[in-house]
């Protein structure tokens, strides 16, 4: 990322689908390994900085398919091909000893922008 370019500011937005709701003990914490590689995986991607994650599982029960989401994890990025290497793990990373990947499970939207900042010269009276 060169000086010029700024990090797209991303919200990857987490929903947890009726399959890991109806998995038995040993596949759920598969599905939580998996999970937690993920999370990881993110934040290992060259130029991520995560700056925080959110979820909402104690006050909301049950599969999320679209807003309000389970979780969330915000994260500067460098780049959008980053977004979707992030959003890509869904697809890779396998639960337990397969065949199912992670987005049997769960799913996962990205909104990207920019960090909201109040231009300095505006704030001189």
Excluded at 64 to 69: C, K
Excluded at 84 to 109: D, M, Q, S
Aim: net charge negative; glycine share 8%; charged share 20%.
């Amino acid at each position: 990322m060169s000086n010029t370019q700024h990090p797209l500011r991303t919200l990857f937005c987490i929903g947890i689908n009726q399959n890991f709701f109806d998995a038995a003990p040993a596949e759920a914490k598969d599905v939580w390994l998996a999970f937690g590689r993920m999370m990881n995986g993110i934040g290992e991607l060259p130029g991520v900085r995560v700056i925080g994650n959110m979820d909402d599982d104690q006050a909301m029960v049950g599969p999320s398919t679209a807003w309000p989401w389970t979780c969330y994890l915000l994260a500067d990025v460098p780049d959008i091909a980053t977004v979707h290497a992030a959003c890509n793990l869904f697809r890779t990373i396998v639960v337990g000893e397969g065949p199912y990947k992670l987005w049997k499970y769960a799913r996962i939207e990205a909104r990207t922008g920019r960090e909201l900042v109040v231009p300095p010269d505006l704030l001189k009276s």
